[in-house]
Nanobody
Framework: QVQVVESGGGLVQPGGSLRLSCAAS????????MAWYRQAPGKQRELVAD?????NYADSVKGRFTISRDYAKNTAYLQMNSLKSEDSAVYYCYAEIRHQGGSGFYNYWGPGTQVTVSS
């Protein structure tokens, strides 16, 4: 069984920083892609950053957010700097994972972590 769990969300003032973590655990043979999405109330879920080949970012977060991976720990991070109120959302981790003994990659989502940017 495989799990993907986010952590690190919370309340931060505008201009502040947060670091989100996403840990994948279980019988994992390989992780092809890890990515961060977010969904604000009344809006569709949108891609924030991913590691497909090179790192890719939504235009709204370029220069402020950085995605990274620790391959040994099956973990991804999202460093968020210069946060704005419009960054407030539930942030979800997405991963494409191959199980031990398996042949294909499956999509996994974490339960999400709330980020609120407010004074």
């Amino acid at each position: 069984q495989v799990q993907v769990v986010e952590s690190g969300g919370g309340l931060v003032q505008p201009g502040g920083s947060l670091r989100l973590s996403c840990a994948a655990s279980g019988s994992i043979a390989a992780i092809k892609i890890m990515a961060w999405y977010r969904q604000a109330p009344g809006k569709q879920r949108e891609l924030v950053a991913d590691t497909r080949g090179t790192t890719n970012y939504a235009d709204s977060v370029k220069g402020r957010f950085t995605i990274s991976r620790d391959y040994a720990k099956n973990t991804a991070y999202l460093q968020m700097n210069s946060l704005k109120s419009e960054d407030s959302a539930v942030y979800y981790c997405y991963a494409e994972i191959r199980h031990q003994g398996g042949s294909g990659f499956y999509n996994y989502w974490g339960p999400g972590t709330q980020v609120t940017v407010s004074s």
